[in-house]
């Protein structure tokens, strides 16, 4: 009988861990919400504007007094970073610094659509350099010794690289020290802002299919 007892009381407590861990859906709304917010807001806003250049034009220009309905960008960066926060709390596995630095990715892209371009020049500048900065580093303090998949070093830290890239090229281009004299502002901005609001869902994504196969 006692050796039967061991059996029955482990076999639950090793399913319990992975449920425990897992990111409930919730996390995967807010994960799904996150790019649908921030690339359908500049795709509708972009659309509603009788001349736009988005290879040029930058997306917080599209929040300014001077665009027709500047509240549809605005929402759409309020509502990417608040559903950064919302997945942050829920992705249990991920490290304390990397679920921080998600979150901080969060409030600051919240502070960018509070603070438009062309009323708070500063206050939009230093939330905007906060939020590119964190949202490009959370994967990599996402990692894990003996993490797998993204959770792995060998897969996030080349994640963080590839972002932080493109926020350079995106700054580049931006100050218009690049050969075309900054012609690709708008691409650079898009490409890195849409990266960026993919990577929480591909790792949310990942860790529920991970859970589930355990």
Do not use: N, Y
Not at 98 to 110: D, E, H, K, M, P
Not at 183 to 204: C, H, I, K, M, Y
């Amino acid at each position: 009988m006692t050796s039967g007892s061991p059996r029955a009381t482990s076999s639950p407590v090793r399913h319990a861990l992975p449920d425990d861990h897992r990111p409930p859906w919730w996390a995967l709304v807010s994960s799904v919400v996150a790019p649908v917010a921030m690339i359908g807001g500049w795709t509708l806003s972009q659309a509603l504007q009788p001349s736009f250049d988005p290879v040029r034009d930058t997306i917080s220009d599209l929040a300014t007094a001077g665009m027709v309905a500047p509240w549809v960008m605005g929402a759409g960066l309020a509502v990417t970073g608040i559903a950064h926060c919302v997945t942050a709390s829920g992705l249990r596995e991920v490290p304390v610094a990397g679920r921080a630095f998600l979150v901080l990715g969060g409030l600051a892209t919240f502070a960018v659509a509070m603070f438009p371009s062309d009323t708070h020049p500063q206050l939009h500048g230093i939330s905007a350099a906060v939020g590119f900065g964190a949202l490009g580093l959370w994967p990599a303090l996402a990692a894990r010794r003996g993490g797998q998949g993204v959770l792995s070093a060998k897969v996030a830290v080349p994640v963080s690289v590839v972002l932080l890239a493109l926020v350079g090229v995106f700054v580049a281009e931006l100050q218009q020290v690049t050969p075309d004299d900054g012609a690709l502002t708008g691409f650079t901005e898009r490409l890195v802002a849409g990266a960026q609001s993919l990577w929480p869902l591909v790792v949310t994504v990942a860790l529920r299919r991970r859970r589930r196969a355990v």
